[in-house]
């Protein structure tokens, strides 16, 4: 057994998007010494795509996603108030088109969450809120300079092959291979970059008839979107669909009529049956702890990092 002097790091984390980095930083934090192996650079994994904005969606109620998401939404707002680069508080509209008894699930991590009258006929009410959006490339440098140190490049196999106590998976789609997992698959999205008009709110129509749409604004661009599909590998640009997307946000806000298209981006959400999987694997030689599944919600609970909390994590020197 290796001497306590012998031993390099305490946790190794697989994966360098913003969960992965995020569970590096927090355990350093905490007194680990930890390392990020990561096939794939930060800028190049599917955070780096995302919309990125606070909002559970297509997430089943979940006790466990509400106390993550509780925790994200504190700390994202205390980097948008410390000015974290691409972090900024954004009003949101949402357009409801089903009847419904109560408040979303998630409505109790959101102060300023309001139920008011819809805009037309076609809606039941309207929901309003503030939530913190994230523009994920200057965020995800950001993470990176707080890491510290540098991300090891190297695809793992297994996670065997890694000299360390403790390993978090956080390796998003791949855990369903990593790990043997069925349950983990893909769900594709499809956006639309255009240059932003001067909108400064998000608004949000997941039920429309023409399929779901939502205008996210940034800094420099608005994100148009969208689709969820299940299953779906290929992330190849598809003119037709980006051009419904750009359609249907332009019927929802007409100041994007004539925005100017910037790019067709598509990325691949991993979401997991049953809900995301944090536990610790005891059948490994080591103990990985796994934290995949979050699909469209992983900016809504990254910053809670389930994965950086596990007890055992940080070794005792």
Do not use: K
Not at 105 to 120: E, K, L, M, N, Q
Not at 215 to 243: I, M, Y
């Amino acid at each position: 057994m290796a001497s306590e002097e012998e031993v390099i790091v305490d946790v190794v984390v697989v994966g360098a998007g913003v969960v992965g980095l995020t569970s590096a930083i927090r355990l350093g934090q905490a007194g680990a010494r930890v390392a990020v192996i990561s096939a794939d650079e930060s800028v190049d994994t599917v955070s780096a795509v995302a919309a990125a904005v606070w909002y559970p969606t297509h997430t089943d109620e979940d006790p466990r996603v509400l106390q993550w998401a509780v925790r994200t939404y504190e700390e994202l707002c205390r980097q948008a108030g410390d000015g974290v680069p691409g972090v900024v508080m954004r009003p949101t509209r949402m357009l409801v088109r089903q009847r419904v008894e109560q408040a979303p699930w998630w409505s109790a991590a959101v102060p300023d969450f309001a139920r008011v009258s819809p805009p037309s006929g076609e809606y039941t009410e309207e929901w309003r809120f503030t939530v913190p959006t994230v523009e994920m490339r200057p965020y995800l440098e950001w993470l990176r300079g707080r890491l510290g140190g540098a991300v090891e490049r190297r695809r793992i196999e297994r996670f065997d092959d890694i000299e360390a106590p403790v390993v978090v998976n956080a390796t998003g789609l791949a855990a369903g291979e990593l790990c043997g997992d069925p349950d983990v698959y893909p769900a594709r999205g499809r956006i639309v970059l255009v240059a932003n008009p001067g909108l400064v709110t998000s608004v949000r129509d997941e039920d429309s008839p023409a399929g779901m749409t939502y205008v996210h604004p940034r800094g420099q661009d608005v994100v148009l979107g969208g689709t969820f599909e299940p299953g779906e590998w290929d992330t190849e640009p598809d003119s037709r669909v980006g051009t419904e997307i750009v359609a249907r946000c332009a019927d929802l806000v007409p100041e994007l009529a004539n925005a100017t298209v910037l790019a067709h981006v598509a990325g691949l959400r991993p979401v997991r049956r049953g809900g995301p999987r944090v536990a610790a694997d005891r059948a490994w030689r080591r103990t990985p702890r796994h934290c995949p599944g979050a699909g469209a919600s992983s900016t809504t609970t990254a910053t809670a990092a389930p994965g950086s909390r596990s007890r055992g994590a940080v070794r005792t020197r």
